[in-house]
């Protein structure tokens, strides 16, 4: 139970260890698998779905890490970005995950 647990504990508590950044290569390929919200590699004979089950249940209740993502917006869409984030009184991000939410919703659902 431990060694599935450790995965998670390295992204959401690094500070616990004394460094976190030197690890075993098998260890690393499945914390950078989790931090990409990908599934990880069977890790030291246990399987894929019991390391990813204690991302969310560690740190903020039901949170998995969050990917920093870069995007080059035009200045027109950068404005406009903006402009309704002032108008929702809600940051930039939340403007870009609803949109994205919405989006997603509506052409999902064209598909099914």
Not at 5 to 17: E, T
Not at 36 to 57: N, Q, S, T, V
Not at 69 to 76: G, W
Not at 86 to 105: I, K
């Amino acid at each position: 139970m431990i060694l599935e647990l450790l995965p998670a504990l390295l992204i959401k508590k690094p500070s616990f260890f004394e460094d976190p950044q030197r690890l075993p290569d098998d260890l690393a390929d499945v914390v950078r698998s989790l931090r990409r919200a990908e599934i990880p590699a069977e890790f030291r004979g246990i399987p894929a779905a019991d390391l990813a089950r204690w991302l969310p249940r560690l740190g903020r209740s039901g949170a998995a890490p969050s990917r920093l993502r870069c995007f080059r917006f035009s200045a027109e869409e950068s404005r406009l970005l903006s402009q309704l984030s002032r108008d929702l009184d809600t940051t930039e991000v939340a403007v870009l995950r609803r949109a994205l939410r919405e989006l997603g919703a509506t052409v999902l659902k064209n598909r099914v």
